[in-house]
Structures are given as structure tokens and as C-alpha cells.
């Protein structure tokens, strides 16, 4: 059983920055290929904000393009979201997520990123 770890969230003003962060809870004996972010607004059905394979290649939500950067760490198996010029619509729980060489999908329990004066 996988479990990952989300960290980074909190409240921030408009503008303002965070960084969000996922790993495994212990070590993990799979490859994987896709590392990503999801968020769920209230009211709101969860959406895709970036992904990053293993190769780096990067896909982003229109609506957080050039303000969110997705890395990871494949010796760590870690996945960032460093997110710039946050907007109150960027408010949400947002939920880190693994994909394996199986096509296999594990998830993040969530935290919350909260924009807000």
C-alpha cells in the first residue's frame, strides 16, 4: 500500500506564493512514470492542475499556466508545485497523485491551500 504525504499548504494572500511537496510515507519498490497535482474547489469537481513525467515532460491547467512550475525528484520519488501569483480561484484542496508502470494511480490525502486577504 502506498501512502503519500502532502505538505506546503496554508493560508496566503493574493499574490502571495507557496510550495507544495508529496512523497511516500516509506520506501516504495515501483517506477513511476507520472507524477502530478489535482485540486477540488467546494462545490467544484476535482481538475487537473499539472503533471510532470518521468522524462519532465510538463502539462498544465490553462488557468495556472505560467504562474505554477511541477518538479519532481525521481531519486526520491517527490513531486513539487511551486505556485506563484496565487488568486483567490486558486483556493482549494489540492491532492498530490503517483502513476506506476502499471498504470496504477495512488493519492495524496489532500491539503488545503486556502488564498485569501
Known amino acids: 500500500q502506498v501512502q503519500l504525504v502532502e505538505s506546503g499548504g496554508g493560508l496566503v494572500q493574493p499574490g502571495g506564493s507557496l510550495t507544495l511537496s508529496c512523497a511516500p510515507s516509506g520506501s516504495i519498490f515501483l517506477w513511476i512514470t507520472v507524477m502530478g497535482w489535482y485540486r477540488q474547489a467546494p462545490g467544484k469537481q476535482r481538475e487537473l492542475v499539472a503533471s510532470i513525467t518521468r522524462a519532465a515532460n510538463t502539462n498544465y491547467a490553462d488557468s495556472v499556466k505560467g504562474r505554477f512550475t511541477i518538479s519532481r525528484d525521481n531519486a526520491k520519488n517527490t513531486v513539487f508545485l511551486q505556485m506563484n501569483s496565487l488568486k483567490p480561484e486558486d483556493t482549494a484542496v489540492y491532492y498530490c497523485?503517483?502513476?506506476?508502470?502499471?498504470?496504477?494511480?495512488?493519492w495524496g490525502q489532500g491539503t488545503q491551500v486556502t488564498v485569501s486577504s
Open positions: 497523485y503517483f502513476q506506476d508502470s502499471y498504470t496504477r494511480n495512488y
